[in-house]
C-alpha cells in the first residue's frame, strides 16, 4: 500500500541553523500538508500546497518557513533560522483532490526536530 | 476563531465496552470531517472521512457521525479491545480543504 515517507526521523540542530525536512507524497497525491505538533499539544496546521504553490497557510507559517517541491516526488519545508519553540514534530501528508470532497490525508511518520 | 473540541480528554474502559467519543467544531461551512488514530510517538492514520454532504460513514467496528448544523460529531466503537487503545483526533477542514483543523484527542485505554 502506498504511503508518505519522511526524513529524517530525528533531526537535532543549534538555534539558529537552517533545516530541511523532506516528505515524498504518495505519488498521485495532488495536495501536499505540512503539520507540527509541539510535545503534548495539538497537531496544528502549517500550509497546504497544490499546482506547484501555496494554497493556504496559518498564522505560524510565517517568513522563517518555505515549502517547495523540487522535483515530481518531493515536497519539503525549511525553516530558515531555527529557534527554540520550533521543537516538534513536524509531520507531512497528501491527498488526492479535495475538490470532490472525498480525500483522505495519509500522513507520514514524522520528523521529530529538535532545536537546541 | 476556528476550533475543536473533544469529550472526554480520556476515556478507561473494560474490553468488550461500546464507547462514544464526541467532537464539537466551531465552523459550520465545513468541506468535510475526518477521525484519525494515532499511537505514541506515531504519526496519524486515518479510521474514517465524512464529507459535508453525509450524515455518517461506518467501517468495521467504527460509525462516525456528522451533525452539521450542531456543529458536532460523534465516533463510536463498538466491541472495544485492547488494541483500540490510542488518541483519538477529530479534525476538520474548511472550505476547499485546504486548512484542517484539529482537536486535542480522546486518549482511550481499553484494559483487557
Known amino acids: 500500500e502506498p504511503e508518505v515517507t519522511q526524513t529524517p526521523s530525528h533531526q537535532v540542530t543549534q538555534m539558529g541553523q537552517e533545516v530541511i525536512l523532506r516528505c515524498v507524497p504518495i505519488?498521485?497525491?495532488?495536495?501536499f500538508y505540512w503539520y507540527r505538533q509541539i510535545l503534548g499539544q495539538k497537531v496544528e496546521f502549517l500550509v497546504s500546497?497544490?499546482?506547484?504553490?501555496?494554497?493556504?497557510k496559518s498564522e505560524i507559517f510565517d517568513d522563517q518557513f518555505s515549502v517547495e517541491r523540487p522535483d515530481g516526488s518531493n515536497f519539503t519545508l525549511k525553516i530558515r533560522s531555527t529557534k527554540l519553540e520550533d521543537s516538534a514534530m513536524y509531520f507531512c501528508?497528501?491527498?488526492?483532490?479535495?475538490?470532490?470532497?472525498?480525500?483522505?490525508?495519509?500522513f507520514g511518520p514524522g520528523t521529530r526536530l529538535t532545536v537546541l | 476563531k476556528q476550533e475543536v473540541t473533544q469529550i472526554p480528554a480520556a476515556l478507561s474502559v473494560p474490553e468488550g465496552e461500546n464507547l462514544v467519543l464526541n467532537c464539537s467544531f466551531t465552523?459550520?461551512?465545513?468541506?468535510?470531517l475526518q477521525w484519525f488514530r494515532q499511537d505514541p510517538g506515531k504519526g496519524l492514520t486515518s479510521l474514517l472521512l465524512?464529507?459535508?454532504?453525509?450524515r455518517e460513514q461506518t467501517s468495521g467496528r467504527l460509525n462516525a457521525s456528522l451533525d452539521k448544523s450542531s456543529g458536532r460529531s460523534t465516533l463510536y466503537i463498538a466491541a472495544s479491545q485492547p488494541g483500540d487503545s490510542a488518541t483519538y483526533l477529530c479534525?476538520?477542514?474548511?472550505?476547499?480543504?485546504?486548512?484542517?483543523?484539529f482537536g486535542a484527542g480522546t486518549r482511550l485505554f481499553v484494559k483487557a
Open positions: 505519488s498521485n497525491h495532488l495536495y
Open positions: 465552523d459550520s461551512a465545513i468541506y468535510n
Open positions: 479534525a476538520f477542514s474548511n472550505t476547499g480543504g485546504f486548512k484542517t483543523i
Open positions: 500546497f497544490y499546482n506547484n504553490e501555496i494554497s493556504e
Open positions: 501528508a497528501s491527498s488526492g483532490d479535495p475538490g470532490r470532497s472525498t480525500d483522505t490525508q495519509y
Open positions: 465524512i464529507q459535508s454532504s453525509q
